[in-house]
């Protein structure tokens, strides 16, 4: 057994409200330059929709993710070296800037400048950013939005086209009739990475500290074979410099004991961060069983119990720092995902081992309960409404179980029976013991998973150990060696205000003091605001 730690995201779909901030502060931070007006590391879909790029999850298309062989062994869907060699120069599973879209700017000296006295009002018209020439807008990164383009659009979701027939003829994209919720996605920072596996020049790595995927700039030369074999299509390729980027887990704030941007600034809520444990020699054989409704329950036994002493003691043997396993037994990831088993992860049928997760969108299921006519606090009621709800639980699978409805419905029950078991609790004090009964969890745990999704704070939320004082000194060190190295490219993030370990490590002293940066700090210069620089990357 060797033991790694991997800083993992589960986020609660029924609290995200589409806001799309997540999106434009990570954009403000890691894509804001030349090269990258396209690419969105995190992105807000609405789903029932086809998403960005356009059909991504179609890997019959695309060829994205692993597959079992004849012999039911891994490969990648991408084919083997000889086949990913032969398309060095031509490779065929690549979107085109229309399956992402053409980002568009406006000309607003036309507005300013226009002449006094014009009998036709001045209009700002699109430009491409790519190519400066007039364009029309006819798609964009969140065209569905709010079921804005659905009703054209989104019956080539390919969910809906793996659905039972008789559950997709019940996807409707009227407007009374429809469904709808929100899905923020970014990087998986898989266990099983086939973007790493594919990269021929080894630009893309996993790092070994806390398993988050980076590409190193330095080695990367272009050839886009990580584009296609993401599953997720969260490998992007900078226009400007012809290298690959993607999300970084915002590992430079993750060091220093600080939430990533896209959860810092989550108006919902809906992200929580924390490390998890798990058994690296584990990992193969979870991404290789046969049947693909066992891949959830193969993944989640990779992962170990930081409270077990054992695991504990191995982890220690293994040079792993003590607050690092404090931190996984608070890790709320940990408690979502293997404890109340209420998180689920994107598309496990595409063998990656994605580490961000997602607690399913659970529609006003009390009130479908009085609607039908039925109590809420009992238990064969709250279950049956389930399969009724507004949200097809066939979709639901589509997307978090490879079609296991029995998986699905099973987490919406326990979320519909905490519901239960708090409103009447809360209104007359009454403990709904059949309710626990039927979900098999005890009043304890139903309570602390409320407190977890419904009120906690931010430090519950958030539980990111602070790299050693030693190692931040290290990569600070190493930083100022290397100048050129990682994202400290031309055209990459990197080139951008110089931070030191006293401003972005918020050192103290000696101490690393993990926590959130105070708004109105001092910066070097004398001006207020935040003094942390989230671009500084390692080599």
């Known amino acids: 057994m060797r033991i790694r730690a991997q800083v993992a995201m589960v986020m609660n779909l029924d609290k995200c409200i589409g806001c799309h901030t997540c ?17 969105w590391f995190n992105n807000v879909e609405t789903k029932p929709g086809i998403g960005y790029p356009k059909h991504y999850e179609d890997q019959d298309r695309w060829h994205g993710g692993w597959q079992l062989d004849g012999k039911g062994r891994l490969r990648l869907r991408s084919g083997g070296r000889l086949k990913r060699l032969g398309r060095l120069f031509a490779n065929p599973d690549l979107p085109s800037i229309d399956d992402y879209y053409e980002p568009a ?43 804005g383009g659905a009703h054209e659009h989104a019956g080539g979701d390919p969910n809906i086209a793996r659905m039972p027939g008789e559950a997709a003829a019940k996807v409707k994209f009227e407007f009374e009739k429809t469904f709808m919720f929100h899905l923020p996605r970014i990087c998986e920072h ?8 594919a990269c021929p020049s080894g630009a893309m790595y996993k790092r070994e500290e806390d398993g988050i995927v980076l590409v190193d700039q330095d080695r ?39 939430p990533t941007i896209c959860s810092e600034t989550c108006v919902g809520r809906l992200r929580y961060l924390g490390i998890v444990l798990y058994d690296e020699d584990a990992v193969l054989a979870a991404a290789s069983v046969a049947d693909e409704h066992d891949l959830l329950d193969a993944q989640r036994a990779v992962f170990l119990d930081p409270a077990d002493p054992a695991v504990r003691q191995a982890a220690r043997e293994a040079g792993m720092p003590e607050e690092w396993l404090d931190a996984a ?40 309960v009085g609607a039908a006519g039925r109590d809420d606090t009992d238990a064969d009621d709250v279950f049956h409404t389930i399969r009724e709800l507004r949200i097809p639980v066939e979709y ?30 809360t209104l007359d004090g009454t403990v709904a013991t059949d309710l626990l009964a039927g979900i098999g969890m005890t009043a304890e745990q139903v309570e602390a998973m409320y407190r977890l999704l419904a009120v ?41 205000t110089e931070a030191t370990v006293q401003s972005f490590h918020l050192v103290d002293g000696d101490e690393v003091r993990p926590g959130r940066p105070g708004v109105f700090s001092r910066r070097a210069d004398g001006r207020r605001g935040l003094t942390i620089n989230p671009l500084r990357g390692r080599s």
């Open 23 to 39: 999106s434009v502060t990570c954009k403000q931070t890691w894509t804001n330059r030349e090269g990258t007006e396209y690419v």
């Open 105 to 147: 700017t406006f000309d607003k000296d036309i507005l300013v400048n226009a002449p006094a006295g014009l009998k036709d009002t001045p209009v700002k018209r699109p430009r491409s950013a790519l190519t400066g020439e007039p364009m029309a807008v006819t798609w964009g990164a969140n065209w569905e939005d709010g079921l």
């Open 190 to 197: 898989c266990l099983n990475p086939a973007c790493v596996s």
């Open 220 to 258: 990367c030369r272009g050839w886009r074979m990580c584009v296609s074999a993401c599953p997720y299509k969260k490998v992007y390729v900078n226009h400007a410099t012809g290298k690959a980027e993607k999300c970084t887990f915002c590992f430079p704030r993750i060091e220093a004991g600080q």
């Open 329 to 368: 037994q608070r890790s709320p990831v940990w408690r979502l995902i293997s404890e109340y088993r209420v998180a689920l992860p994107l598309h496990p049928e595409y063998r990656t081992l994605p580490m961000v997760w997602y607690i399913p969108p659970l529609s006003p299921v009390l009130d479908a």
């Open 396 to 425: 639901l699978a589509e997307l978090f179980t490879a079609g296991d409805v029995d998986a699905v419905a099973g987490v919406l029950m326990k979320l519909a029976a905490m519901r239960s078991y708090m409103r009447a609790r």
């Open 456 to 496: 906690a704070k931010y430090d519950e939320r958030y539980v990111i150990p602070a790299a050693h004082t030693k190692d931040a000194a290290a990569l600070e060190a190493q930083a100022a060696a290397h100048p050129d190295c990682s994202l400290d490219c031309e055209g990459g993030p990197g080139m951008t």
